[in-house]
């Protein structure tokens, strides 16, 4: 059983920066790729990044140029680092555990386990 545990959201104004974290256990995290999603009030959830074990990364159209996935084998952690920040990036954030990597990375299916979510409100 994979346990993942995010962390880093908070309050931000328009055009400042957040870092999340996500650290997993019970899994061999540096086999398999990770990704993050988001969901805001009403919206279904959408993809946001992935990156592989290997670091091979993708975007959602709507971050691309402002977040950037990155993750630390060694301490079994992905994170998302997301600058310019929008109003429109409002939502509660989680991570996910693929063990599939089928190449659907942007399908909600693809993950085998989610994190709790953390909070990211952007203020204009």
């Known amino acids: 059983q994979v346990q993942l545990v995010e962390s880093g959201g908070g309050l931000v104004q328009a055009g400042g920066s957040l870092r999340l974290s996500c650290v997993a256990s019970?899994?061999?995290?540096?086999?398999?790729?990770m990704g993050w999603f988001r969901q805001a009030p009403g919206n279904e959830r959408e993809f946001v990044a992935t990156?592989?074990?290997?670091?091979?990364?993708y975007y959602g159209d709507s971050v691309k140029g402002r977040f950037t996935i990155s993750r630390d084998n060694h301490k079994n952690t992905v994170y998302l680092q997301m600058n310019s920040l929008r109003p429109e990036d409002t939502a509660v954030y989680y991570c996910a555990y693929d063990s599939q990597y089928s190449g659907r990375y942007d399908q909600l299916g693809e993950y085998d386990y989610w994190g709790q979510g953390t909070q990211v409100t952007v203020s204009s």
């Open positions: 019970g899994g061999t995290f540096s086999r398999y790729a």
């Open positions: 990156i592989a074990w290997f670091r091979l990364s």
